[in-house]
């Protein structure tokens, strides 16, 4: 398969060229992308063959053209301003909100594979997901994976949903009167404030569980055509067989699927951001040590962080291992970018501007956790900042193998997160 995102104008193009050789009676071997694959014709419909060819889990979303059309865009501009320190926040806003269109685009496909019930529990979900956040955890997912040249973006979809819906249900019980108590959330009403506190409970606990829901339909749909594929090796003559490579990259993809769900529940739970959340609470009224704090902050914040950057790779990542030297620099920066968020956010609830950061300032000390601000003073968490920042360009300019202009969009996206007012 190629390199680049197909787009919904790809396929278009695909089924016109199947249905005119077609005409012209060639075979699907003629076309196919491997030497010797050929399929029985009533095995698989239009639709089918086209998923099998451009991915798994091909599903029509005109915003994901869009995004990739953006986010195209903003790369062309990059490279043709390469010599620039700095580039405008407008373009990065705008990417931003093109993907904000893609992610509600992608959950509105996603809702109808489950019917939440009752009606006050799926709005509840709905208000918690899909608030005025960045969708950060996907994003960055997404532009890890198109950072490392990776293919079948539907894949990558089911746990860009995951991690957001899982984000969402960390914020909805962080605000709860048990643990913050906080009646806004970016500017609205949180959700226990909203809908009340048994429902806000139900409503973390429900995005919680759909989200590996989501994961676990990927598996539904590689299991699906692994049967097809079976079924066509048993039952047809032996010189029409799927290709050995066809079938190895099947497998290769459940092996990804596995793997990655398998550190998504590790970084969710008692070893990662729920982990965080609980040393948190329990330090709440303490002061802290630095070197405890980062270890705080590494779970609560920087644990679904780590996790999106590190699927966007490992899910880009070829059979043949390619990009394999990256592995450590992809972690390191991973771990860097989760540590400086949080401390941006430290600064941001002491000096930030109250309508920008959605929430009123200095719930930090209302609710006695004891931060970097308070440990080094605000100069020196700016300072922290700083060095992060610098740390973390550093180790992407390290990546190996990629496209330098892509390193340079990549980065300086980076940079205008940790640079944020909100």
Not at 100 to 112: D, H, P, Q, R, S
Not at 229 to 255: C, E, G, P, T, V
Not at 276 to 294: F, H
Not at 383 to 399: A, C, D
């Amino acid at each position: 398969m190629n390199n680049k995102i197909i787009t919904e104008s790809d396929r278009k193009k695909l089924l016109e060229e199947i249905k005119k050789r077609r005409k012209n009676n060639q075979t699907r071997e003629d076309y196919l992308p491997y030497d010797d694959i050929n399929f029985k014709d009533e095995l698989f419909d239009d639709f089918e063959y086209e998923t099998i060819r451009l991915g798994i889990f091909a599903r029509p979303i005109k915003e994901r053209d869009d995004f990739f059309k953006v986010l195209d865009g903003t790369l062309k501009y990059v490279s043709s301003n390469k010599n620039k320190k700095t580039f405008p926040n407008e373009k990065f806003d705008e990417l931003i909100n093109s993907f904000k269109k893609y992610f509600v685009a992608l959950y509105g496909i996603e809702k109808e594979h489950y019917n939440a019930k009752p009606k006050q529990l799926a709005e509840a979900m709905d208000y918690a997901l899909l608030g005025n956040g960045k969708r950060l955890r996907a994003m960055l997912m997404c532009l890890t994976f198109y950072l490392f040249d990776g293919k079948d973006i539907e894949i990558l979809e089911n746990f860009m949903l995951a991690i957001e819906m899982i984000h969402a249900f960390s914020l909805v019980h962080d605000d709860l009167p048990a643990i913050d108590n906080d009646e806004l959330r970016r500017g609205k009403m949180s959700t226990w404030k909203k809908y009340g506190e048994a429902i806000g409970i139900l409503a973390g606990d429900a995005l919680l569980i759909e989200g590996f829901h989501v994961i676990h339909r990927l598996f539904d749909a590689i299991s699906e055509y692994e049967e097809k594929i079976n079924y066509a090796n048993q039952d047809l003559s032996k010189d029409i067989l799927y290709d050995y490579d066809f079938m190895l990259n099947i497998m290769n993809l459940r092996y990804k699927v596995e793997i990655s769900l398998y550190y998504l529940s590790h970084y969710t739970g008692n070893n990662g951001m729920i982990a965080g959340e609980t040393m948190d609470v329990l330090a709440s009224g303490k002061k802290i040590s630095k070197n405890k704090m980062k270890e705080i902050y590494g779970l609560k914040t920087g644990a679904l962080f780590f996790y999106s950057i590190l699927t966007g790779y490992k899910m880009a990542k070829g059979e043949d291992d390619e990009f394999v030297e990256n592995d450590e620099y992809v972690q390191i920066c991973a771990s860097i970018f989760g540590f400086i968020y949080q401390v941006v956010d430290d600064v941001l609830d002491v000096e930030g501007n109250e309508k920008d950061i959605g929430k009123p300032k200095n719930s930090d000390k209302k609710n006695g956790k004891w931060t970097v601000v308070d440990e080094m003073g605000i100069d020196g968490a700016k300072k922290e900042i700083k060095q992060g920042l610098n740390n973390l360009v550093y180790g992407i300019s390290k990546f190996n193998g990629l496209d330098e202009n892509k390193k340079l969009l990549y980065t300086n996206f980076m940079k205008y997160v940790i640079e944020r007012k909100k």
